[in-house]
């Protein structure tokens, strides 16, 4: 699968999805797009697209991309906090489809947060 990997994740984590086939937005020189663009680009590349933006479910309809995108929810955006995540994202890669957005969040404390908040899945009114 060919994952790329959005600016605001450590390149590093690369290893962590190996056998596929992961690219960082920065390789792609891609890290100055706003999500739109991104997306929009990313879909001719890519099947999957790993980020920490919480609000690209708001801001984007994902559902009108030839991609999936996969919303990593930690409490801090840095390696020790993400690289757990990957056993969870591994798993969710063999059933993933195009257009779909997935959480995967560090503990259940983050994602009653999340729902309390109305972020993400837990939107009443998502714009498109």
Request: glycine fraction near 4%; charged fraction near 25%; aromatic fraction near 8%.
């Amino acid at each position: 699968m060919r994952i790329l990997l959005d600016h605001n994740l450590n390149w590093r984590l690369r290893e962590a999805l190996e056998p596929h086939d992961v690219k960082t937005t920065r390789q792609m020189r891609w890290d100055d797009f706003d999500n739109g663009e991104l997306l929009k680009v990313a879909q001719q590349e890519f099947d999957v697209m790993l980020t920490t933006d919480a609000n690209l479910y708001h801001q984007q309809k994902v559902a009108d991309y030839d991609l999936s995108v996969i919303v990593l929810r930690a409490y801090k955006n840095s390696i020790q906090a993400i690289a757990p995540l990957m056993i969870q994202v591994l798993d969710l890669l063999d059933h993933i489809n195009p257009g779909e957005t997935h959480y995967v969040y560090v503990d259940d404390t983050l994602r009653s947060s999340d729902q309390r908040r109305g972020k993400g899945t837990f939107a009443v009114n998502r714009q498109p």
